[in-house]
């Protein structure tokens, strides 16, 4: 009886934390302008999607599955423009692509060695048909690693980002109804070199 208990008051506990650690309407607000700001769209042969500007340079960070490893085109304020793939890695299903030399406004990011899992992490959601794109946020659940989940249906190469509206993570594959995600930290360690064919 007294492990019950203690286990509902421990339950309570965390639910009550999570609670009061969830994002405000302003954190998603400050997260959808900084998406609508520095998220790009990345195409190439294998497919299109979504990228996210990490570099006043240029470079954009997205998903593997959107690239050739020779080329890829980024669409950004309304063109078209050649970019180089600069890294990539199959296993992690990341990539970094540089757009033409330029001044870009690159997202701000956090990165840290302590693991996203149980933090409240915030995405925007595409919009479908008439729907506006929406700002959304979930709990970062455990998975395989180097990767988490997170229970938001975001497309490879989307941003997470904290409440404070850093980008702390990337979507790498679609989940069920949410994405399996990489930290930034990840990426910084383990994207270093260009590998085979994703």
């Known amino acids: ?34 998406h609508e700001r520095s998220v790009v769209k990345v195409r190439g042969s294998r497919g299109t999607g979504p990228g996210v500007i990490v570099g006043t340079e240029g470079q954009v960070l997205t998903s593997v ?11 950004y304020e ?35 060695t302590e693991s996203p899992v149980g933090q409240w992490l915030i995405g925007v959601i595409p919009g479908r048909g008439r729907q506006k794109e ?13 990767f988490f989940d997170v229970n938001l249906a975001l497309p490879p190469g989307s941003p997470l980002f ?7 993570a990337v979507s ?5 109804h949410g994405c399996r995600a990489l930290s930034l930290e990840v990426v910084r360690q383990q994207l270093r070199t260009k590998v085979a064919t994703p």
């Open 1 to 34: 009886m007294l492990r019950r208990l203690l286990a509902l008051v421990l339950l309570l506990l965390t639910t009550r934390a999570s609670a009061e650690d969830r994002p405000t309407l302003a954190d998603l607000r400050k997260v959808l302008a900084m």
């Open 65 to 75: 599955s959107h690239i050739n490893l020779d080329a890829a085109q980024v669409e």
């Open 78 to 112: 309304g063109q078209t423009l050649p970019a180089t793939v600069v890294l990539a890695n199959a296993y992690l299903k990341v990539a970094v692509v540089a757009a033409p030399t330029g001044n870009y406004p690159a997202v701000p990011v956090s990165m840290s």
């Open 134 to 146: 929406k700002p959304a946020a979930a709990l970062a659940r455990k998975a395989p690693e180097p």
């Open 162 to 168: 904290d409440t404070k509206g850093r980008m702390v």
């Open 172 to 176: 790498v594959q679609r989940k069920g």
